[in-house]
């Protein structure tokens, strides 16, 4: 398998809370793309951070990656309740055409 | 922002039958995907698809299963015949260029296989 151990989570939180959801892989990957799904929808992306950055912000939205330690975060600031989801991070390596998704964290926001 | 549309939404099929799902990806998009997902878990991927050709395919994406993009119109996957295990909600997606760019994807189409 390409994933670390943490890849699989869920969480529950209080609007306005911080939040941060970690992917760790195990494999050469050249970009890791942050995508969110609300229920009954496809996955739509958030971030995309390559191999040559550490950090990647929109909005509320902070991405990090550590290609020594092959880990990748998400953090989200001020969460809200439409921020419940399931977050995926998907990575692709160097001459790969196909993102391959993590098992993704459930996200819960409380009102 | 772009749009992917998948036609159904919902397919309820026998065991043993032909079914296609249609996708009508993002207007100027060159890169096509199938990705299967189950009950809300990881999305698995299937195959992708450029130029008319199959770039590559996955262990899950059998010898039942094909797609073809005939002139330009939808990007389908067939599978013939359907299996059981076939239940799932299949996601269409496309990008402009391949490799590490950004997928836009489709609802889904929910399929099961009685």
């Known amino acids: 398998s390409q994933w670390g151990e943490e890849n699989l989570q869920a969480l529950s939180i209080q609007e306005g809370e911080d939040v941060t959801m970690n992917c760790s892989y195990k494999t050469y990957t050249t970009v890791v793309q942050w995508y969110r799904q609300k229920s009954g929808k496809g996955p739509a992306q958030l971030i995309l951070?390559?191999?040559?950055?550490r950090e990647k912000r929109s909005g509320r939205l902070r991405a990090t990656l550590d290609t020594s330690s092959q880990s990748s975060s998400l953090s989200i600031t001020g969460t809200l309740a439409t921020d419940t989801a399931v977050y995926f991070c998907a990575l692709t390596s160097g001459g790969n055409y196909k993102p391959t998704f993590g098992k993704g964290t459930s996200l819960v926001v409380h009102p | 922002g772009p749009k992917v549309l998948q036609i159904p939404s919902h397919q309820i099929i026998d065991m043993g039958q032909m079914v296609t799902l249609n996708c009508d990806p993002v207007?100027?998009?060159?890169?096509f995907y199938w990705y299967k997902q189950i009950l809300g878990q990881q999305m698995e991927f299937l195959v992708n698809f450029y130029n008319g050709k199959v770039m590559e395919k996955s262990k899950l994406f059998k010898d039942q299963f094909s797609v073809e993009r005939p002139d330009g119109s939808y990007f389908t996957l067939k599978i013939q015949p359907t299996a059981l295990e076939d239940s799932a909600v299949y996601f269409c997606a496309s990008s402009f260029r391949g490799g590490a760019e950004t997928l836009y994807f489709g609802s889904g189409t929910r399929l099961t296989v009685l």
């Open positions: 951070i390559r191999s040559n950055e």
């Open positions: 207007s100027n998009h060159l890169y």
